[in-house]
């Protein structure tokens, strides 16, 4: 947090904190609105981009100022920081899964998170996000058997053209209709 400000732990760090993963992540991940971030100088580089601190590796996401929302303050050991609240964290890996791991892994996280997600709050979040998100919410929510009903926000989102379902795979796959998403997930795609 003293290295840039506002911030706060995000993705896959705030994925692991929330026990949405049973995976380890090798960086923390912090996302910022800042304009200007840490950057290593010299010719010293890392084999992994970050910037690091001791034995730590931090990779900052940079958004949008109106985009820095979503975030919970809590405490870890006798720290208190700021963190990407789960909804949040959840939303943020329909639009960067490769902050994550993958999107197996994001799909996962939906799933572990299904019993306490809170609906009205992740379809709001992604509603200031952008169209795409919003399509992408609304296939894996329905997926997870969420109600119609429920997802009619999200379904009234306009977009011109199909999105791929993983924003980080290849533009191949069956394309569905409802929620103009390209089903571009392992096994779905042919050839």
Known sequence: MALVQPSAISHWSALSYHGLTEQTPRHVFVLTPARSIPRMRGKKKLAEPGYPVGNTIYR???V???HFFGIEEVWVEEARIKMADPERTLV???TSPQYFGDF???LHAFEMR???LDLERIIGYALKLDAATAKRLGWVLEHQGVKSSRLKELQAVPIKGYRVLDPTG???GPCNSRWMI??????KVSG
């Open 114 to 116: 299904k019993p306490k």
């Open 64 to 66: 949008k100022p109106e």
């Open 182 to 187: 390209q089903e571009n997930l392992p096994g």
């Open 104 to 106: 197996s892994e994001v």
């Open 170 to 172: 290849p533009r191949r």
């Open 92 to 94: 943020d890996g329909l």
């Open 60 to 62: 900052f996401v940079q």
